[in-house]
């Protein structure tokens, strides 16, 4: 086992490439970013969770110096997002989620055209613009125009495209949104091999809680604009402690249920007809609450018990289940 002292050099030798203090943003009356903290270290895969709306792209937009911050400051592979924005970018590569890319040219010409904007040299720009072709799986289709592509062929040429000058930051701004299961697979497949083969460190956004936690090594939860957890999927969500027992019940019983189940655990945000708590003792404890609800009159008509998920933990920070989360809760 590691002594202090070890841990403490690993942790000063881990390099922050990604930095920001105080980060805020508005919008007129509007908060989108409320003065958020982060740090993401090199060779890291950094996933920042939350609905739509709690201001995940708003904050990649400034690191990735699309958007000036109105508060606070931001640094990026060692540069301020503001007074040197030019660095920034020559550092970076992103893939927002509402880029435009022009249908009407090949794929092949879409790397090409971005190979000169980065000032690649022209071999040099065929050669990576041909493996980046492969690599993504579009080698069969790069000389189709782009209007032709699939939702997941789309989302991947712009994978590659913000490849082509090699960044050792890759800003994917919630990637597999609308994608299919087959598609979002081979997305998460290609982000890992970025990572493990190249130490590429990328920061994600996403609204799915299976995303974050394949992913992502660290998850800071975002609501609201502000940042209400951060630590590893396994230490977030050891943190809820007991697991969820969910039950659905005949709403007019709702409030007798609730009654019963407050002698077991913590009560948990659920879905209408559905009461859910954090059950202290887990399953051992699954048949003496269906005893007690039955010696009350509530007939349960279907229960479940979940380990501790990511959406336990949003839930628990927020008082509500993550919007558009894959959960039995949706």
Do not use: C
Not at 175 to 183: A, F, K, W
């Amino acid at each position: 086992m590691p002594s202090r002292a070890q841990a403490l050099i690993r942790k000063i030798d881990m390099k922050s490439v990604v930095e920001a203090n105080g980060l805020r943003r508005t919008f007129g009356d509007l908060v989108a970013v409320d003065g958020i903290d982060l740090s993401v270290s090199e060779g890291e895969v950094f996933g920042f969770l939350g609905p739509n709306g709690a201001g995940k792209s708003t904050a990649v937009r400034m690191l990735t110096t699309l958007l000036r911050p109105t508060d606070g400051q931001a640094f990026v592979g060692g540069y301020n997002v503001v007074s040197q924005a030019s660095e920034v970018r020559k550092v970076i590569g992103v893939a927002l989620q509402d880029a435009a890319i022009d249908p009407l040219m090949t794929g092949r010409e879409l790397l090409k055209l971005q190979a000169v904007l980065h000032g690649i040299p022209r071999q040099s720009a065929r050669d990576r613009g041909e493996e980046l072709l492969e690599r993504v799986g579009l080698s069969a289709a790069a000389d189709r125009r782009v209007g032709t592509y699939s939702g997941g062929m789309r989302r991947r040429l712009d994978l590659a495209l913000s490849l082509i000058h090699e960044p050792k930051i890759l800003f994917l701004d919630e990637p597999t949104t609308g994608l299919d299961p087959t598609s979002r697979t081979a997305l998460w497949e290609e982000v890992r091999r970025l990572n493990t083969e190249f130490g590429t460190t990328v920061f994600l956004t996403t609204q799915y809680l299976e995303e974050a936690d394949e992913l992502a090594g660290r998850i800071a939860i975002i609501d609201y604009g502000k940042i209400v957890r951060e630590g590893s999927p396994a230490d977030l969500k050891a943190s809820i402690g007991a697991p969820t027992l969910r039950i659905d019940i005949d709403p007019q019983n709702l409030d007798k249920a609730q009654s019963v189940l407050s002698e077991f655990g913590i009560d948990r945000p659920a879905r209408d007809g559905r009461v859910a708590i954090g059950l202290d003792g887990g399953v051992a404890k699954v048949a003496e609450v269906v005893n007690a609800l039955e010696k009350q009159g509530v007939e349960v008509l279907h229960l479940e018990l979940d380990a501790p998920s990511l959406d336990d933990v949003f839930a628990e920070a927020t008082g509500r289940r993550l919007e558009g989360a894959e959960t039995p809760d949706e």
